[in-house]
T-cell receptor
């Protein structure tokens, strides 16, 4: 059974720092991996999707990398801003079917 | 487009009561799903549908029923609410099984069962 783990569970940084969020998964046979953002009391917003054949995806100040062989993905946030404060979740889709397996998320606080 | 909408936003039930959580999308997406989010458990798939008239169970289907009579709507029914069903429920949709994998989530329904 696929298990997704995100470390750390919570992170507090000053504004302007570059930071890395980690996601690991136990079964490397994945189809793709997504990073989501969840604001308090809101639904999830998809940030980046990396196909299993890709190494990374970039969107603005966000860069997500994928290393299937080691079962890891990282989300890099450059020049963090208070508006980046949210919970970030990663989810993997397995090769067969459409089921997503989610991690528990990293709660990020960027302090002004 | 309104995207994925969910009603109600908040609900309090007593044990044994039944209710239906509504979900609708206006993006003509074939694939729709229901998740519950609990502290320390992440999001877990309850039921999903790959098109009108087709539904299937997810990871935690017990105590919930779904139907998909139209492409737009995917209601989730709690037959006899239990305190263990206290959670935040999210509906999500995407184009289809073979289409882009970006999922769109609704804002959630926060359910408390007393």
């Amino acid at each position: 059974k696929q298990e997704v783990t995100q470390i750390p569970a919570a992170l507090s940084v000053p504004e302007g720092e570059n930071l890395v969020l980690n996601c690991s998964f136990t079964d490397s046979a994945i189809y793709n991996l997504q990073w989501f953002r969840q604001d308090p009391g809101k639904g999830l917003t998809s940030l980046l999707l990396i196909q299993s054949s890709q190494r990374e995806q970039t969107s603005g100040r966000l860069n997500a990398s994928l290393d299937k062989s080691s079962g890891r993905s990282t989300l890099y946030i450059a020049a963090s801003q208070p508006g980046d404060s949210a919970t970030y979740l990663c989810a993997v889709k397995e090769t067969s079917g459409s089921r997503l397996t989610f991690g528990e998320g990293t709660q990020l606080t960027v302090n002004p | 487009n309104a995207g994925v909408t969910q009603t109600p936003k908040f609900q309090v039930l007593k044990t044994g009561q039944s209710m239906t959580l509504q979900c609708a999308q206006d993006m003509n997406h074939e694939y729709m799903s229901w998740y519950r989010q609990d502290p320390g458990m992440g999001l877990r798939l309850i039921h999903y549908s790959v098109g009108a008239g087709i539904t299937d169970q997810g990871e935690v289907p017990n105590g919930y029923n779904v139907s998909r009579s139209t492409t737009e709507d995917f209601p989730l029914r709690l037959l006899s609410a239990a305190p263990s069903q206290t959670s935040v429920y999210f509906c999500a949709s995407k184009k289809g099984l073979a289409g882009p994998d970006t999922q769109y989530f609704g804002p959630g329904t926060r359910l408390t069962v007393l």
